[in-house]
């Protein structure tokens, strides 16, 4: 059974940067492709960032593009997302998951595997 746990949520001031984590266990970590999701109140849940299986290619949202970085490590089963310059509008519950190619992908249907979700907020 696959499992991904995010960590590193909170409350941030706009300008601020925060860090997500995502622990990943259950399947062979570093042959898939990862991606960050998020969902504010009342909207569909939006691709934020995702990274390919060897960390090499990654790909971003056009709203978080220059502010946001994708990384992993697959050593340790681990993909992580830097936030910074963080905005009111990034408020959002974000979610890791977890892809079926090794390959980038940026829809929904292109990932199977979803954690909890942790929730960013971003005060004014």
């Known amino acids: 059974q696959v499992r991904l746990v995010e960590s590193g949520g909170g409350l941030v001031q706009a300008g601020g940067s925060l860090r997500l984590s995502c622990a990943a266990s259950g399947r062979t970590f570093r042959n898939y492709a990862m991606g960050w999701f998020r969902q504010a109140p009342g909207k569909e849940r939006e691709f934020v960032a995702a990274v390919s299986w060897s960390g090499a290619y990654t790909y971003y949202a056009e709203s978080v593009k220059g502010r946001f970085a994708i990384s992993r490590d697959n050593a340790r089963s681990t993909v992580s997302l830097q936030m910074n310059s963080l905005k009111p509008g990034d408020t959002a519950v974000y979610y890791c998951?977890?892809?079926?190619?090794?390959?980038?992908?940026?829809?929904?249907?292109?990932?199977?595997?979803w954690g909890q979700g942790t929730q960013v907020t971003v005060s004014s």
């Open positions: 998951a977890g892809g079926t190619t090794s390959e980038i992908g940026t829809d929904r249907s292109e990932y199977v595997y």
